[in-house]
């Protein structure tokens, strides 16, 4: 990144080779998000609750590939009275993805979200589980654990156990489904108006690759036979997405599944990245592109353990 370059500048210059239409994928991170929220069907009807927004608010639209996922032209639904009730939960439309793509998987289940807070994923998959079955929601930092709990005390969510704990050293813990939706450098949030503006180096995607791997192997060995695993980040960088699955599958005991998502554009997973391969298998993950679906960018990888 030269000293002119904007971070959107350098994003552009790094993976547009990646996408399959430059032009519309410069545009498009150039431009703002519509804010989107998902409804709380633990704190209502859904009917009820769009319909004493929509009296205020008739820009809402639904989100065609997720039927409890909505829009909204309006920016300040974080101080409406549905959101303080908890009757409706802001969230980016593609950190929706992961329980969606597993959602056979969700209710009655056993559930450990690895690395939970705020709470985005895990309140949403109370919600699918309608408050049934058990989550333990982890996370290593304190400072984060504040906020998850009031997100599940606000939503009414009563089927989640909360841990403090480097997941890595987690103890052994048998689940129906792991979600490790790891830290990452964040690119793919850039059209956010608080998106990332420090300036990225090769050694920090490694640092984040490196901590990222660490999280999955984890996840992979403590899992029992038949299980399933879900990896996702909001990053463009092949270094901490397909580089490691590449390295967990070729490590552990898992096998890449199919994902798809009616409604949703997604595209496969790359098997190359400057002078790295990664394995054909590794084309089974998939990758949210900001031009494709007018979203954030994402990751997903479904892992089943053999």
């Not at 500048?9 to 431009?31: A, G, P, Q, T, W």
């Not at 895990?122 to 304190?142: F, S, V, W, Y």
Request: aromatic share 8%; charged share 30%.
């Amino acid at each position: 990144m030269t000293k002119t370059q904007t971070v959107k500048e350098r994003i552009v210059e790094r993976y547009s080779r990646l996408s399959d239409d430059s032009r519309k994928f410069s545009n498009i991170i150039n431009k703002p998000l519509k804010q989107s929220f998902r409804v709380n069907i633990i704190k209502g009807e859904k009917e009820d609750i769009l319909r004493q927004m929509m009296l205020y608010d008739s820009s809402i639209k639904k989100v065609p590939w997720c039927e409890n996922a909505f829009e909204s032209d309006l920016t300040n639904l974080g101080s409406s009275i549905h959101h303080f009730s908890g009757q409706i939960y802001i969230q980016e439309l593609t950190s929706m993805i992961p329980p969606l793509i597993v959602r056979d998987l969700i209710k009655k289940n056993k559930i450990l979200d690895c690395c939970a807070a705020p709470g985005s994923k895990t309140t949403q998959i109370a919600d699918m589980m309608e408050n049934k079955g058990h989550i333990i929601a982890n996370d290593a930092r304190h400072g984060r654990i504040k906020s998850l709990r009031g997100n599940l005390d606000r939503l009414g969510i009563t089927n989640t156990t909360v841990t403090l704990r480097d997941f890595k050293s987690f103890p052994n813990t048998k689940a129906d489904l792991y979600f490790v939706d790891a830290p990452c450098s964040s690119e793919g949030t850039i059209r956010k108006k608080n998106a990332v503006t420090r300036k990225w180096k090769d050694y920090d995607y490694e640092r984040f690759s490196r901590m990222q791997k660490g999280l999955l192997k984890k996840a992979c060995e403590m899992a029992p036979k038949g299980s399933t695993i879900v990896y996702s980040t909001c990053t463009f960088a092949p270094e901490e997405n397909e580089n490691v699955i590449n390295e967990i599958i070729n490590e552990e005991n898992v096998k890449l599944q199919n994902i798809n998502l009616n409604g949703l554009k997604m595209k496969k997973g790359i098997t190359s990245w400057k002078q790295n391969d990664y394995d054909k298998d590794v084309e089974k993950c998939r990758r949210i592109w900001p031009h494709h679906n007018n979203t954030d960018a994402f990751f997903l990888a479904r892992m089943e353990k053999c």
